[in-house]
């Protein structure tokens, strides 16, 4: 049985989460309980970790992956399954129909701590990038939330990538 952790930053509550604040705000220690909850009971345990749109803000990407290391360890300690996701693409575009992309080096970052810690990771990052350029700006942007707002998603944006 699967039990598996979102910590997307599209989600309300995290809306404004870093590696740092996540930690410092006692999310991190709040998703170490429900994770060894599960842990206990026997089960395989998988957690998902996803950061960058505002760590990007902050800090160079070596920072976040400073962060998400110990995140890896702190839950393989634990007895649980840390996989890396890279970031959402931001709805973006270039005149060119490419997506004008900021996240690249966050993402780089995330791939490169999964593979120095040898944890699985999915790359959305990329495989989103290539979902909004193959339907194109007008069909990405019925994925906002907000008509301008490029980040966050809908419903229907919701379900897209969260698949
Ligand atoms: C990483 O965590 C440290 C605290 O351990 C914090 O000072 C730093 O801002 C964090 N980096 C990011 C990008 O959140
Ligand atoms: C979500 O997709 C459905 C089916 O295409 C559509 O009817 C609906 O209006 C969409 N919702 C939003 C918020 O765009």
Redesign the pocket.
């Known amino acids: 049985m699967h039990f598996a952790i979102y910590t997307l930053q599209s989600l309300a509550l995290f809306h404004v989460a870093?590696?740092?604040?996540?930690?410092?705000d006692g999310y991190w220690d709040i998703a170490l309980g429900y994770v060894s909850e599960e842990v206990v009971k026997g089960r395989r345990t998988l957690v998902t970790v996803q950061?960058g749109h505002?760590?990007?803000k902050?800090?160079?990407p070596e920072?976040?992956g400073?962060?998400l290391t110990?995140m890896v360890q702190e839950l393989r300690a634990l007895g649980a399954e840390p996989v890396l996701v890279t970031s959402l693409t931001r709805r973006s575009f270039n005149d060119d129909g490419t997506v004008a992309d900021t996240l690249g080096p966050w993402a780089e970052e995330t791939i490169a701590v999964a593979e120095a810690e040898d944890v699985s990771y999915i790359d959305l990052h990329q495989a989103s990038i290539d979902y909004v350029e193959a339907i194109g700006e007008d069909a990405a942007h019925r994925l906002n939330r907000e008509e301008d707002d490029n980040t966050h998603l809908n419903i229907n944006g919701s379900i897209v990538f969260g698949r």
């Open positions: 870093t590696t740092g604040s996540f930690v410092a950061f505002n760590d990007m902050i800090a160079e920072s976040m400073a962060n110990i």
